[in-house]
């Protein structure tokens, strides 16, 4: 079976233009939960969709945004790029919304410049 | 809120060397535990998840442990090889959302 897949793995973005990323969770998995990684830092909750509904949000501006399709997929949007939203943004994906395993993915390297 | 933290923040051992790293966190009110291991630059590889029923998890030459009362989590490494050279994180599961700590980065040295 395929593990978590994040397209694209690497971005460079200029400040100020809008950004969208995508994952594809495991076969069977219902939520897909997004984290930032900034360098040296462990990853930070930004959202939790489960069954295509948002059942979680971090304390990130309302410049980061995402949404959830019926085939489980993901996609996270941040608009207005700063150069603070450089970062590793990875991709978890959970059986159930709560308590169960994650399974993450490689990540997508923002680099804003 | 959850705060986790990891001791210590850097390591580096000799092979063959049992190593412990560990991890506390403020919230019992906790679904589970899990330990992952990352390599530079990449994703996040899944360990051993420990339920919060539990008080210990092994998977081969790995074993942790859970001490939910006193807000403590342990991983056992044991014979390390310079293969297990990575980013070791821990990560507690309120629910919804799961709170890492920073890490502690082992080396071993062959």
């Known amino acids: 079976d395929a593990g978590v897949t994040q397209s694209p793995t690497h971005l460079i973005k200029t400040r100020g233009q809008q950004v969208t990323l995508r994952c594809s969770p495991i076969s069977g998995h219902k939520s897909v939960s997004w984290y930032q990684q900034v360098l040296g830092q462990g990853p930070q909750f930004i959202f939790q969709y489960y069954e295509k509904e948002e059942r979680g949000r971090g304390n990130f501006p309302d410049r980061f945004s995402a949404r959830q399709f019926p085939n489980y997929s993901s996609e996270l949007n941040v608009n207005a790029l700063l150069l603070g939203d450089s970062a590793l943004y990875l991709c978890a994906s959970s059986q159930w919304d709560r308590g169960s395993e994650a399974f993450f993915g490689q990540g997508t390297r923002l680099t804003v410049v | 809120k959850q705060e986790v933290t990891q001791i210590p923040a850097a390591l580096s051992v000799p092979e063959g060397e049992n190593l412990v790293l560990n991890c506390s966190f403020t919230?019992?009110?906790?679904?589970?535990l899990q330990w992952f291991r990352q390599d530079p630059g990449k994703g996040l590889t899944s360990l051993l998840l420990i339920q919060s029923s539990q008080r210990e998890q092994t998977s081969g030459r790995l074993n942790a442990s859970l001490d939910k009362s006193s807000g403590r989590s342990t991983l056992y490494i044991a014979a390390s090889q310079p293969g297990d050279s990575a980013t070791y994180l821990c990560a507690a599961n309120t629910g919804n959302q799961f709170y890492f700590g920073t890490g502690t980065s082992l080396t071993v040295i062959p």
């Open positions: 919230d019992s009110a906790i679904y589970n």
